[in-house]
């Protein structure tokens, strides 16, 4: 017979044993060349643009260390707002610019050092 016996026994789902409780949904499988983006784009949520304080921070660093240490923070935390690119580019502005503070105030107290040695001997060549 083709017709559905409403008297028949059909096979029951297992029950939860939390009645209210949803079952969690499977995800789909995307086959390879449908996933989104394409290959080659930013990821979902990314501007895709380079955030300029970061460039900044890192030809700062080479310039004038103090504002590489500034414009690197203020990249760091427009990045992580705006979610833009240049991460790396902050990161490197940063530490190069904290390297290149260290090494100036070394440098500083090396010629503070230098000049309160030469000032203690009185500038005299030593003959007499």
């Known amino acids: ?15 939860s044993p939390y009645p209210y409780q949803q079952q ?20 979902p949520g990314s501007t895709g643009q380079t955030n300029v304080m970061a460039i900044l921070s890192l030809v700062f660093a080479f310039v004038f260390w103090p504002a590489g240490i500034v414009c690197g923070h203020v990249a760091k935390k427009q990045i992580r707002e705006r979610n833009e690119e240049g991460g790396g580019l902050a990161t490197a502005g940063l530490v190069l610019s904290y390297i290149f503070g260290g090494i100036a105030v070394v440098a500083c107290g090396i010629w503070i050092i230098a000049v309160a040695v030469v000032a203690s001997h009185g500038g005299t060549t030593g003959t007499g």
Do not use: L, R, V
């Not at 017979?1 to 029950?15: G, H, R, T, V």
């Open 1 to 15: 017979m083709s017709y559905n016996d409403p008297y028949q026994q059909q096979p029951q789902q297992p029950q």
């Open 24 to 43: 969690p949904q499977q995800p789909q499988y995307q086959y390879p060349g449908q996933g989104y983006p394409p290959p080659g784009y930013p990821p």
